[in-house]
Structures are given as structure tokens and as C-alpha cells.
């Protein structure tokens, strides 16, 4: 990156990404590619840059130095000294470019203490849906991912090697993210499960999200075709069975053609040999609830352990209010 090139990253980064991924960019063109062509002095490159990113001033801008600053009323610098691999930015405009997701995250987990709410953004980058906070929908659904989880694990490894601020916590929070959500809801689900007991979690990660699993015999016949995909799957040995939870939204379960195919897919997939479990957005909201079928799960899991102490319980209920009323929230998620 040159002297005279803005490098934005951080909440600017956030919000040029959620639109381009709607917008259809692919994952594959970030590194290189130029969007249109300009070449302006600073104040005009802040607004090209604001245009791009569809987001309000100031806009976020990466510097290695305080020295390197600009004087811009458009242009909130962040000094950050973390590196930029190859392919590390995406030229929008000549002079201007955006930092990419895995960077873009650990920029904003140097800013935040809130690791849940890098997780959430790590799960949307790396699911099938996007936020739109401008739009009334609130967020779109069916597009590519932008990263995996595995690539964003490879650079905050990479960073914490450097000392690169923000890097740490980065790591902690994608330790945790599973390739594949295709909704906020199933996010919030993937969180709380994902997340150990001492961290107020309930202990119950290593789940596939929109894993597609093979049919045969009564479970092919009843559904007619020979996979399906469910929402979370703990894989075990054959004979055991999968474990299986169904995230049923208000949106797509509440019809009656649509409850009828729901209990045609729980049916399959029982006679198949698995342990199924559902659970509806309003009993996601339910915490008591939402304990006694998480407790059920680790029970098909074989999953042995004691009663959560006090001190587990207060954080098993702030996380959830965090999660599914995001009381607390620290980032903009």
C-alpha cells in the first residue's frame, strides 16, 4: 500500500463486504480487482470511499503511524500495525482499498472485548446469509460465503505470531465458528452450543452446520429423494446414529404443507436411526426451555456431567440474553 492510497478497514471494511456479498461478489475476486477508476486528494478519495462502502462518515481508515494520519473530517484513522498478506486488500478505485474479512475482523477484535460479537460476524462472513441493516428484510439469504473459518483461523494464527493487536481475541472468538449458518437465528443456536460451559455456553460443539446426510431404504422412500440437509448434525459411529437439531423459523414452519414436510423429515430421519431434536424461534427465546432440550441433546450425545454451579449459571444467562435479546452487545453484529 503506498503513501498516497487509503486503506480502508475496520466498521467500513464490515459494511462494504455485508453489501458486496449481496451484491454478488464473489468470494474469489477479493484481491486485486478495481471498481471503477479515480484518482482524487484526500477528501475526495474519503468520499469515493464513503460511496463504496454505503456507509456514513467518517470513514474508517487503516494507518501504521500516527504520523501518517489524515486531516479530513471524512476520515476516522486507526492506527494499526498488523500486516497485509498478498491478496490481503481489494482495490475499489484507484487510491482506495479495503482491507478483507480476516483482517477487517481483527481489526474490530482490537477494538472490542466482546468475543461473541466477532463470533457473530465470523458466522455471518463465513454462512450463507448476510445482514442487511438497510434493508427492512434485516438480512438475505442463499449467497456464497465470503471466508471459512478455516482461513480466518489461519490468519489470526499468523497475526498472533507477529504480535498484531486484536489478533488474540480474534483467535479465541473463530476457535469457535463452524463453517455453513444460513441465518442469524441458527447463528445464535451455533454460539450457545458451541461455546464451552465455563464461558457460559452448553458444552455441545463439534456439530456440522447444513450438512446433507445420505438416505436409504423406509427413510428414501418416505421422502423420495436420497439426502437431506439438517441444520446442526453431531456425527457418531453408524450403528449409534446422528444426533440432529432442526431449527424451525417462524418464517418457513408455521404453514400447514410446511408442518406436514417438517414431520415427513423428522420421520425419515428417525427411521434412518438418528436422534432428532426441533426447536421454534419462540422456544429458542424460552431459556428454561432452551436448558432442558440442550440437557436432552448431551443426554443422546452421552454426554456425562454435573449440575452448573451458581457462578456458571449467571453466565449461561447473560451469554443468552447477549445472544437472543443482545442485551449487552459491545459491536455492532
Same mark, same amino acid.
Given at each position: 500500500?503506498? +503513501? ?38 484526500? +477528501? ?37 500495525? *498488523? ?11 484507484? *487510491? ?10 481483527? !481489526?474490530?477484535?482490537?477494538?472490542? !472485548? ?15 446469509? +448476510? ?48 463453517? *455453513? ?24 460443539? +463439534? ?49 400447514? !404443507? ?76
Amino acid at each position: 500500500m503506498s +503513501g498516497d492510497t487509503l486503506l480502508v478497514g475496520f466498521g467500513s471494511a464490515l459494511n462494504f463486504w455485508r453489501r458486496a456479498r449481496v451484491a454478488g461478489l464473489a468470494a474469489g475476486d477479493a484481491g486485486g480487482r478495481v471498481l471503477g477508476g479515480w484518482r482524487f486528494e484526500t +477528501g475526495d478519495l474519503a468520499a469515493a470511499g464513503l460511496l463504496a462502502c454505503g456507509c456514513d462518515p467518517p470513514l474508517d481508515v487503516v494507518v501504521p503511524s500516527a504520523s501518517m494520519r489524515h486531516n479530513c473530517d471524512l476520515i476516522r484513522d486507526h492506527v494499526w500495525r *498488523g500486516s497485509v498478506p498478498p491478496g490481503g486488500t481489494y482495490a475499489v478505485g484507484d *487510491g482506495i482499498e479495503v482491507c478483507s474479512i480476516p483482517l477487517a475482523l481483527v !481489526q474490530l477484535a482490537a477494538e472490542t !472485548q466482546d468475543v461473541v460479537g466477532v463470533m457473530m460476524l465470523a458466522y455471518e462472513m463465513t454462512g450463507t446469509y +448476510g445482514l442487511t441493516p438497510w434493508r427492512d428484510s434485516g438480512f438475505e439469504e442463499r449467497i456464497a460465503p465470503l471466508t471459512s473459518a478455516a482461513a480466518l483461523m489461519d490468519y489470526a494464527r499468523s497475526a498472533m505470531a507477529l504480535g498484531i493487536r486484536g489478533a488474540k481475541r480474534a483467535h479465541e472468538a473463530f476457535s469457535y465458528v463452524t463453517d *455453513g449458518s444460513a441465518s442469524p437465528r441458527e447463528t445464535d443456536l451455533a454460539i450457545l452450543m458451541a461455546l464451552p460451559r465455563r464461558k457460559g455456553g452448553f458444552g455441545l460443539d +463439534g456439530f456440522l452446520l447444513n450438512d446433507r446426510v445420505g438416505l436409504s431404504g423406509m427413510a428414501r422412500e418416505l421422502l423420495g429423494r436420497p439426502t437431506i440437509k439438517t441444520d446442526f448434525r453431531w456425527k457418531r459411529e453408524k450403528r449409534a446414529g446422528d444426533v440432529m437439531l432442526e431449527y424451525e423459523s417462524d418464517e418457513r414452519h408455521l404453514a400447514p !404443507q410446511d408442518l406436514a414436510r417438517d414431520t415427513r423429515r423428522r420421520e425419515a430421519l428417525m427411521k434412518a436411526g438418528h436422534h432428532v431434536h426441533c426447536i421454534t424461534n419462540e422456544q429458542l427465546k424460552d431459556y428454561d426451555h432452551l436448558c432442558k432440550l440442550m440437557d436432552s441433546i448431551a443426554l443422546d450425545l452421552r454426554i456425562r456431567r454435573g449440575k452448573p454451579s451458581p457462578a456458571m449459571e449467571v453466565q449461561r444467562r447473560e451469554l443468552f440474553e447477549r445472544v437472543v435479546y443482545g442485551i449487552g452487545a459491545d459491536i455492532d453484529a
